[in-house]
């Protein structure tokens, strides 16, 4: 029988769970409808099960994952400039990428995808185009290196500017057509928010009275991914602090840059440690307690545009 | 008369000829002189791992070498006993000192000794790798975005990210050099402070394949580039960083290609098609050390400027050596299997075909 896909077709039998074909072709016909700054998606079905910025135990992540073993094509016409295979050939280090590609486009951007099937990598051909109908797979997304489960650790890097950018902003996403709202997350969730002064964290609840005094405000934000045979924890795209309706804090996941050795937020110049506290407990800044009453307000957007908020009155009285 | 005076002269020609070649002939016999060494490879022990059920336990610590071949990793004592054999979980990191063998997620990493006892485990969820002299720890970002060196007792020393994928790195002495995908060479020091930056310019698509420091750390070196590829040399005076040599090469690999400089910094290793290329650092000219197939050992016995490479083709190994200006000087095909090559202080340690073997070198 004739098929469009005749390339893919060898690819199919490859597949544990074929992608359904008016899935492919729509991601396809999406690389067409691609405005020129962007990049399409490099999987057919983006599950999105880590995002850009989530906590690496240690590091930021400065990409994000995409679930399930599908095909991974480029996410823009670029040149393959750097290559590794799993257990094969030369490598000074050891590689948590596992097999991987990285792709050079226009304008100073590079691709990496990382995890890739080792077997199914087809990169003979150094230059790429943006993917058609029939166009084969750069290969497909895997569990090599240190990879939870089947997936694509996918990132994007603006060499002109040196840094890492969120392919899912959610005002000016990357990524084309962007993610639908709510569709990708649950939440975000604007958990327990906590007053750590001399070492000891005092959880802080709406109507709840602490002593005056200057403190650090730590706060449990997170979204949930709902691909995943299990909920998993990822990082929103924004916070926002306000005190008596007063901006205190805002962070976004935009980008992030190398400075002295370390990548910050960009927008903030926060590190890995200045951010996260502990696993999912971020680092809101100090903040000064006076008598009174005061009013706290964190909100949370996650990158598909949903948000939620806090709002804690607190009654603040001298020790 | 004239026909006996010619008689005559002809046999004081001949006297004249044989007299001092037989002088000569009894000086060389009487006082032999040495006309160069030669060396002379000597086995000196060969383990069967296949056979081996359980590893030899001496109660004494002797000294042990550490190797890998295939999925195994292991220690041997310097006489020929066998100290330990295990299987590669996912990954080791491996010197003489001790091991870790570590799985594809790893939550905390447990360094153990030659004898396989636990030495100490420490959180870290990176991948771990010693340095050459197995003094040194580093734990690679398993996203490839940075690294940071832990101390033996699992305590962080520094640690650096780059907002790149790093491609490449070689640690010698007290430098760390770290290649990246965006064609940016960063040599660090033993503090983690940066000291110099570079992208090495002159190529179309920026990008590092490999590098290497110089033992001395005063050089360093990196294959760069893509259209064309470049083998680079800086030479370090101070706080400046200076272009030595930068030749263009005929390869366009987009992999990690094998790149290191010899002992006495004179001489920059590299894969090349068809070969290991060998660039003369003083006078800048090339040579090919040629091979099959690509290259899954490399070791130089420095004092004795020979170098020996295993190359795989086709499920075949081939052992080369060669004196390191280009003269080859012995081929063997090796047993089926995983192998490997190191240097011993005494010659080296050869491991194929499921053997492993010591082999001493000599000059005499």
Aim: with cysteine; aromatic share 8%; charged share 25%.
């Amino acid at each position: 029988m004739r098929t469009p896909f005749r390339c893919l077709s060898s690819w199919r039998r490859l597949a544990l769970r074929p992608v359904p074909r008016r899935l492919l072709v729509a991601f396809l016909a999406s690389a067409v409808l691609l405005p020129a700054a962007s990049f399409n998606w490099p999987v057919p079905q983006p599950r999105l099960v880590s995002t850009f910025a989530d906590n690496s135990i240690d590091h930021f992540q400065p990409g994000i994952e995409l679930g399930g073993r599908q095909p991974v094509y480029p996410a823009a016409e670029g040149e393959i400039v750097f290559t590794c295979r799993e257990g094969e050939g030369y490598s000074s280090f050891p590689r948590g990428i596992g097999s991987a590609v990285v792709l050079q486009h226009e304008g100073g951007i590079q691709s990496v995808y990382a995890h890739l099937e080792t077997e199914s990598m087809r990169v003979d051909d150094p230059l790429v185009r943006t993917p058609a109908e029939g166009d084969p797979p750069l290969a497909f997304s895997g569990d090599t290196g240190a990879a939870v489960g089947q997936g694509l650790l996918f990132m994007l890097i603006d060499l002109e500017e040196g840094e890492f950018l969120n392919p899912i902003k959610h005002d000016k996403p990357l990524l084309y057509p962007p993610l639908e709202s709510g569709k990708s997350n649950r939440g975000p969730v604007v958990g327990r928010l906590f007053l750590k002064r001399g070492g000891i964290l005092e959880e802080l609840t709406d109507g709840s009275r602490a002593a005056a005094g200057e403190g650090e405000l730590l706060a449990e934000i997170y979204a949930l991914s709902t691909f995943s045979a299990f909920l998993r924890k990822t990082a929103p795209y924004r916070i926002y602090l306000a005190k008596n309706g007063q901006a205190a804090a805002s962070i976004a996941f935009e980008s992030l840059r190398e400075q002295d050795g370390r990548l910050v937020v960009a927008d903030s110049s926060l590190g890995f440690a200045d951010l996260f506290e502990d696993a999912w407990l971020y680092r809101l800044g100090s903040i000064a307690l006076v008598e009174g009453k005061i009013e706290l307000q964190i909100k949370a957007e996650s990158h598909d545009g949903s948000e939620s908020e806090r709002i804690i009155d607190l009654t603040v009285a001298s020790e | 008369m004239s026909a006996r005076r010619a008689t005559l002269k002809r046999r004081k020609a001949k006297g004249g000829v044989l007299v001092p070649v037989a002088l000569v002939v009894l000086i060389v016999i009487l006082f032999p002189v040495s006309l160069g060494r030669e060396l002379t490879a000597r086995p000196v022990w060969a383990i069967d791992l296949r056979e081996v059920q359980v590893p030899y336990l001496d109660p004494e610590p002797l000294e042990t070498v550490g190797f890998r071949l295939g999925d195994r990793i292991g220690y041997a004592a310097l006489d020929g006993q066998l100290k330990l054999l295990q299987r590669v979980i996912y990954g080791a990191a491996l010197s003489d000192g001790g091991f870790i063998n570590f799985s594809r997620i790893p939550g905390s990493l447990v360094l153990q000794n030659p004898d396989g006892e636990l030495v100490r485990s420490f959180s870290q969820c990176g991948y771990p790798a010693f340095d050459e002299s197995g003094d040194r720890l580093f734990v690679f970002y398993t996203d490839a975005t940075g690294l940071k060196e832990i101390t033996l007792e699992g305590q962080e020393l520094w640690r650096i990210e780059f907002p790149s994928v790093i491609t490449s790195f070689h640690s010698n002495g007290s430098r760390r050099l770290i290649g990246l995908a965006n064609g940016g060479l960063a040599l660090i020091d033993s503090s983690g402070a940066v000291l110099h930056r570079t992208t090495p310019d002159g190529s179309r698509v920026p990008v590092i394949l490999g590098c290497s420091v110089g033992s001395s750390g005063g050089r360093i070196a990196a294959v760069s580039g893509i259209g064309p590829q470049k083998a680079v040399i800086f030479r370090i005076r101070g706080d400046e960083l200076k272009e030595e040599r930068s030749i263009e090469l005929a390869s366009s690999y987009r992999r990690e290609v094998f790149g290191r400089f010899s002992h006495d910094e004179q001489l920059l290793y590299f894969e090349q098609p068809g070969g290991i290329g060998v660039l003369d650092v003083p006078s800048g000219g090339i040579d090919l050390l040629p091979m099959e197939g690509t290259l899954t050992g490399f070791c130089e016995l420095g004092d004795r400027r020979i170098v020996l490479l295993i190359s795989e083709q086709k499920g075949r190994s081939v052992l080369r050596g060669y004196c390191r200006i280009g003269h080859l000087l012995f081929e063997e095909t090796l047993a089926e299997g995983p192998s490997v090559i190191r240097t011993l202080e005494s010659g080296i340690l050869l491991g194929a075909g499921g053997r492993l073997m010591r082999i001493d070198v000599a000059e005499g």
